[in-house]
T-cell receptor, first 117, second 115 residues
């Protein structure tokens, strides 16, 4: 069964420090995509970064990078130089193909990140 | 470029009633999916529509249904509401170039309270 695990329910980080949010996944499908989303208190899910299972290099988007270790089935999000506005819930997600050739996204339980000034 | 628009943003219903939520995807996006978010269960996939066809469905009872129109707008309906249906319902659209890529762009959600 497909599964996303985020083992850090909450984290506190000092402003300007780097932070790593952990994510492990489980799938038997050789082709899949991994995502990270940010959800501020307003509720909207904001797309941060995407990594395809066949991508050779780790994805980067500005201050966000995804540390993709395929053999370990981990896809950790790294935020460099954290800012107060980074305080939010962060969700790791995976998209894979079901037997019916459709696709759906499954999400982890999330990590609440709080940035201290 | 306008984002994903969900209406209504907030609504209160009583048990036994039914509700319809609407989602307008980003222009050009043909895939629309729906998610239920609750504090206890987290984010759970409801269903996905692509070109007016339901492509996949999550593990929800038949009271939860949806449809997609030719302009890609989607609606979801919940009949015979129960207290446990109180949740944030999120809609997401995707250009969906292939089955594996295509990030989801979410709306701000419809927060349903069932009394």
């Amino acid at each position: 069964a497909q599964k996303i695990t985020q083992t850090q329910p909450g984290m506190f980080v000092q402003e300007k420090e780097a932070v790593t949010l952990d994510c492990t996944y489980d799938t038997s499908d050789p082709s899949y995509g991994l995502f990270w989303y940010k959800q501020p208190s307003s509720g909207e899910m904001i797309f941060l970064i995407y990594q395809g299972s066949y991508d050779q290099q780790n994805a980067t988007e500005g201050r966000y990078s995804l540390n993709f270790q395929k053999a370990r089935k981990s896809a950790n999000l790294v935020i460099s130089a954290s800012q107060l506005g980074d305080s939010a819930m962060y969700f790791c997600a995976m998209r894979e193909v079901s037997y019916s050739s459709a696709s759906k996204i499954i999400f982890g339980s999330g990590t609440r990140l709080s940035i201290r000034p | 470029k306008a984002g994903v628009t969900q209406t209504p943003r907030y609504l209160i219903k009583t048990r036994g009633q039914q509700v319809t939520l609407s989602c307008s995807p980003i222009s050009g996006h043909r895939s629309v999916s729906w998610y239920q978010q609750t504090p206890g269960q987290g984010l759970q996939f409801l269903f996905e529509y692509f070109s007016e066809t339901q492509r996949n469905k999550g593990n929800f009872p038949g009271r939860f249904s949806g449809r997609q129109f030719s302009n890609s707008r989607s609606e979801m309906n919940v009949s015979t509401l129960e207290l446990g249906d109180s949740a944030l319902y999120l809609c997401a659209s995707s250009f969906n170039r292939d089955k594996y890529t295509g990030e989801l762009f979410f709306g701000e959600g419809s927060r349903l309270t069932v009394l």
